[in-house]
Nanobody
Framework: QVRVEESGGGSVQAGGSLRLSCAAF????????MAWFRQVPGKEREGVAH????????TYADSVKGRFTIPQDSAKKSLYLQMNNLKPEDTAMYYC???????????????????WGQGTQVTVSS
């Protein structure tokens, strides 16, 4: 069964770091677009970063550039979201999404991702 599962959320003070994990099951890991999204209650879900696992090509939202990275571990079929210098405005539910593809990613357009995790909460206090 094709699915993704997130883990690693929690609470941290501003300036701190957290690392989220997303495990991918049932995929050919070298041919998927994987992305991190986040959502605050009452607001639309927004893209944080995406990667095409085949090439390693990455795109980051402007709001996280220079602070977040998304390393991958093909042996573990996992994607990570390394979040450094966290800010209170990073507080949100974070979701991992995946879509098998033979080429580049489809950006942050959510309908292009068929498989979503259940989400993991990140809370940053000031």
């Amino acid at each position: 069964q094709v699915r993704v599962e997130e883990s690693g959320g929690g609470s941290v003070q501003a300036g701190g770091s957290l690392r989220l994990s997303c495990a991918a099951f049932g995929y050919t890991f070298s041919r998927i677009c994987m992305a991190w999204f986040r959502q605050v209650p009452g607001k639309e879900r927004e893209g944080v970063a995406h990667i095409y696992t085949g090439s390693g090509g990455v795109t980051y939202a402007d709001s996280v550039k220079g602070r977040f990275t998304i390393p991958q571990d093909s042996a573990k079929k996992s994607l990570y979201l390394q979040m450094n210098n966290l800010k209170p405005e990073d507080t949100a539910m974070y979701y991992c999404a995946a879509q098998p593809t033979s080429g580049a990613c489809y950006g942050f357009s959510q309908p292009n991702y068929d498989h979503w995790g259940q989400g993991t909460q990140v809370t940053v206090s000031s």
